[in-house]
Structure formats: structure tokens, C-alpha cells
């Protein structure tokens, strides 16, 4: 979404972009690929998947627009993201509680998408927004790497396809 709506803004790429932009997402799709075995549907789990997406895809754009604003925007879309939370903890009457290790990595985990929303809105600030759209949506990737060096999960073959795709992708959107 981000890459169409800069386009039709008047952004152009070259062909190597946009076979970084293809790669991109085929690598985050592969990346993400579970392969079943659960028990959910994979109906309601692509249903899932596609809202997300269109959500953060609007976050992009919603947040390219207010660029000459400044930094300020951070705020409120870590409050907002908050108020979703404590609300979803709400209705299912489940406390939101992080106790013991989980705290670390909650507060890891805060730093680090404070630092790459800043990169993101640096980034699509010099830069085309959907592009760095492009390269913040490549997230998936450093969750299965985290999995794989915290703890010591191995990607499925499908997974290390889609490795191999954002590493050629960031490769391909670089040089073009």
C-alpha cells in the first residue's frame, strides 16, 4: 500500500526496485509461513495476516503525512498501541501482567520499536516513504533470527527460503 500511494504521488522506481519490492514481500510471506499443523483455519489466519498488514500499511502512510511535524508522532502511537493493549486485556478479563524474564524482553522489545519507528520516520523523511516501508516490513525476518539465537529454534526450510529472499530484497532495494 505504502509503495502504491507513493507512486501515484509521483515516486518512480527502477525496474531493480521493483523486483526488491516483489522479493520483499514473497520473502516476508515465506518467512512467516508456519505450515500448519495447527489447529486453527488457515482462512481466518490469512484473514488475520491481511488486516495486520493493511493496518501497518495505513501507520506508514498516516505517519509519512505528518513528517514535517516532526519526531512528536512517536508518542502517540506508543500510547495508542498501549490503550489496544490494556483494552484487549480487559475484555478477555485476563491481567496484563509481565513478571520474571519477560520484563527484560518487554522493555528490550520497547526500546527497540521506539528505535526503529525513529529509523523509519529518518528514513521515509530522506527518502521515498514507501521504500522505507518497504525495509520496516522486513521485521519478521530478525523475529525468526531472534528465535533462532535466543532459543535455538530451527527455521523451517520455507523459513530460510524467505531469509534468503529479505537478504537479496535489502540487497536489490540498496543498490537501485
Do not use: C
Not at 519526531?71 to 489496544?84: C, N
Not at 527497540?112 to 516501508?133: K, Q, R, V
Not at 522486513?138 to 530460510?160: F, N, S
Amino acid at each position: 500500500m505504502p509503495v502504491l500511494i507513493d507512486a501515484m504521488r509521483g515516486s518512480s522506481f527502477s525496474p531493480v526496485v521493483v523486483a526488491g519490492i516483489v522479493l520483499a514481500l514473497t520473502g516476508v510471506v515465506l518467512t512467516t509461513w508456519s505450515g500448519g499443523g495447527g489447529s486453527g483455519s488457515t482462512a481466518l489466519s490469512v484473514t488475520t495476516g491481511l488486516v495486520a498488514g493493511v493496518a501497518l500499511a495505513l501507520l506508514f502512510v498516516v505517519t509519512a503525512n505528518t513528517l514535517d511535524d516532526g519526531m512528536w508522532v512517536i508518542g502517540p502511537v506508543g500510547l495508542s498501541t498501549f490503550g489496544v493493549l490494556t483494552i484487549a486485556s480487559l475484555s478477555t478479563k485476563r491481567p496484563m501482567q509481565v513478571e520474571g524474564p519477560a520484563r527484560a524482553w518487554t522493555v528490550t522489545s520497547a526500546i527497540g520499536t521506539t528505535i526503529a519507528y525513529t529509523s523509519f520516520l529518518l528514513s521515509a523523511a530522506e527518502s521515498s516513504f514507501g521504500l522505507a516501508a518497504v525495509v520496516t516490513s522486513l521485521y519478521p525476518a530478525v523475529t525468526v533470527l531472534a528465535a533462532v539465537i535466543v532459543w535455538h529454534e530451527r527455521p523451517a526450510t520455507i523459513q530460510r527460503f524467505g531469509l534468503v529472499a529479505i537478504v537479496a530484497a535489502v540487497a536489490l532495494l540498496g543498490g537501485g
